[in-house]
């Protein structure tokens, strides 16, 4: 076991080390949320109590819940993910929570099952397609009471679906379903008083704390969950940077976040220092764009050797030079607005290494991006 805790920040370290039992760390971009979630896991698994529950470890993708629990084992050794502590995603958790109401019978499941196989989601299975969100009606799980069944809804975003009835009932009647289902039921379950009252005691008898890493990546959902378990006592640490929320990525409500954390008074440690950020001009530059600053990372004259510029405003986009090629991503439907940060306009540039004569393909191209 490396001792990497004396090469903490001050803030890192404070953070980690909190014996406040809800925590939100508001971590600036590349300040080492993932390292102080690590930090702070082995601080809570080895404090001297009696309590045998779990820490539990959550994040977003399977990519970057490998990386904390790899990261959790470089830091304190492989005994520190042994039962029944445990780093997974989150959507793993929404299963472990739908199977033990399935097993406790709590809620009944097509032909009385209570183990399932929950997909990605329906692409390749059996009389699943495509559906456009014109396409009319698909079918979809539901929570009648306490009872696992169906209904047809209109496909409200286009994707991959189980279109009649039959077919998709006969999956579920084989223990199928997809994780989109699995939230749906989990989000029900929570609506329902007895459901809920289950859960928080499942949550309270298995876990004695849970680190979020990513918490603007949270759906309603999850932050739901998240909000029991700081009700139902567990330490909890929710660990975030505003500036990197997503609103698409598994219906992510970053815009909850600040609301839970000032509701659950939440004690708030700020993780400022970058480490992305290497030398003293990237510093200034994050800070002075963070701080809503102009900035400016070329003059005029550098621009020819640019491969992409990013301009806030399509005003500004005008003034620049021949050599680059206007391309524009935003539309009212898909900007994100979030601490007044829109998304970027692009200018991509067509520089010396494209091997194009750039003023006649910004002739040929040009009009009908702009139309
Ligand atoms: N106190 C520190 N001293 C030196 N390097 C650090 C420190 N904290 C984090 N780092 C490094 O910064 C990089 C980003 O850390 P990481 O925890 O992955 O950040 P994030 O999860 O915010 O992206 C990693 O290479 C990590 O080793
Ligand atoms: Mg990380």
């Given at each position: 076991?490396t001792?990497?805790?004396?090469?903490?920040?001050?803030?890192?370290?404070?953070a980690a080390?909190?014996?406040?039992?809800?925590?939100?760390?508001?971590?600036?971009?590349g300040?080492?949320?993932?390292?102080?979630?690590?930090?702070?896991?082995?601080?809570?698994?080895?404090?001297?109590?009696?309590?045998?529950?779990?820490?539990?470890?959550?994040?977003?993708?399977?990519?970057?819940?490998?990386?904390?629990?790899?990261?959790?084992?470089?830091?304190w050794?492989?005994?520190?993910?042994?039962?029944?502590?445990?780093?997974?995603?989150?959507?793993a958790?929404?299963?472990?929570?739908?199977?033990?109401?399935?097993?406790?019978?709590?809620?009944?499941?097509?032909?009385?099952?209570?183990?399932?196989?929950?997909?990605?989601?329906?692409?390749?299975?059996?009389?699943?397609?495509?559906?456009?969100e014109?396409?009319?009606?698909?079918?979809?799980i539901?929570?009648?009471?306490?009872?696992?069944?169906?209904?047809?809804?209109?496909?409200?975003?286009?994707?991959?679906?189980?279109?009649?009835?039959?077919?998709?009932?006969?999956?579920?009647?084989?223990?199928?379903?997809?994780?989109?289902?699995?939230?749906h039921?989990?989000?029900?379950?929570?609506?329902?008083?007895?459901?809920?009252?289950?859960?928080?005691?499942?949550?309270?008898?298995?876990?004695?704390a849970?680190?979020?890493?990513e918490?603007?990546?949270?759906?309603?959902?999850d932050?739901?969950?998240?909000?029991?378990?700081?009700?139902?006592?567990?330490?909890?640490?929710?660990?975030?940077?505003?500036?990197?929320?997503?609103?698409?990525?598994?219906g992510?409500?970053?815009?909850?976040?600040?609301?839970?954390?000032?509701?659950?008074?939440?004690?708030?440690?700020?993780?400022?220092?970058?480490?992305?950020?290497?030398?003293?001009?990237?510093?200034?530059?994050?800070?002075?764009?963070?701080?809503?600053?102009?900035?400016?990372?070329?003059?005029?004259?550098d621009?020819?050797?640019?491969?992409?510029?990013?301009?806030?405003k399509?005003?500004?986009?005008?003034?620049?030079?021949?050599?680059?090629?206007?391309?524009?991503?935003?539309?009212l439907?898909?900007?994100?607005?979030?601490?007044?940060?829109?998304?970027?306009?692009?200018?991509?540039?067509?520089?010396?290494?494209?091997?194009?004569?750039?003023g006649?393909v910004?002739?040929?191209?040009?009009?009908?991006?702009?139309?």
């Amino acid at each position: 076991m490396t001792s990497t805790r004396s090469r903490l920040t001050c803030e890192q370290r404070a953070a980690a080390t909190s014996a406040e039992r809800r925590i939100y760390i508001n971590a600036a971009p590349g300040s080492g949320k993932t390292t102080v979630a690590a930090e702070r896991f082995g601080v809570l698994r080895w404090e001297p109590d009696d309590d045998l529950r779990r820490i539990l470890a959550l994040s977003f993708t399977r990519s970057a819940c490998a990386e904390l629990c790899t990261r959790i084992r470089q830091r304190w050794g492989r005994t520190a993910l042994s039962w029944p502590h445990v780093g997974m995603t989150i959507d793993a958790l929404h299963c472990e929570i739908l199977t033990y109401l399935l097993r406790t019978e709590a809620v009944s499941w097509p032909g009385g099952l209570t183990e399932l196989t929950v997909l990605d989601n329906w692409r390749g299975q059996k009389a699943a397609r495509w559906m456009a969100e014109s396409m009319g009606y698909r079918r979809a799980i539901t929570l009648d009471g306490t009872a696992v069944g169906t209904r047809g809804i209109p496909v409200n975003r286009a994707g991959h679906y189980v279109g009649k009835k039959e077919d998709f009932e006969s999956h579920l009647r084989a223990g199928r379903c997809a994780h989109e289902d699995v939230r749906h039921l989990v989000l029900a379950s929570l609506k329902n008083a007895e459901l809920k009252a289950i859960i928080a005691e499942f949550l309270r008898a298995t876990t004695k704390a849970v680190i979020v890493d990513e918490v603007f990546d949270a759906n309603e959902l999850d932050l739901a969950l998240v909000w029991l378990a700081a009700e139902e006592g567990l330490s909890v640490t929710v660990i975030g940077d505003p500036w990197q929320a997503l609103y698409d990525f598994r219906g992510a409500r970053p815009d909850l976040v600040p609301g839970m954390v000032e509701a659950g008074a939440f004690t708030t440690y700020p993780v400022s220092r970058s480490f992305r950020f290497t030398t003293d001009t990237m510093r200034t530059v994050a800070e002075k764009a963070r701080s809503g600053a102009p900035v400016s990372l070329a003059t005029s004259a550098d621009i020819a050797e640019c491969d992409v510029v990013l301009a806030r405003k399509w005003k500004d986009l005008w003034d620049v030079a021949d050599c680059v090629l206007p391309l524009s991503f935003g539309r009212l439907a898909n900007q994100t607005d979030y601490y007044g940060l829109r998304w970027p306009r692009v200018l991509v540039s067509l520089g010396p290494s494209s091997g194009v004569g750039t003023g006649a393909v910004s002739r040929l191209i040009w009009p009908r991006l702009v139309g």
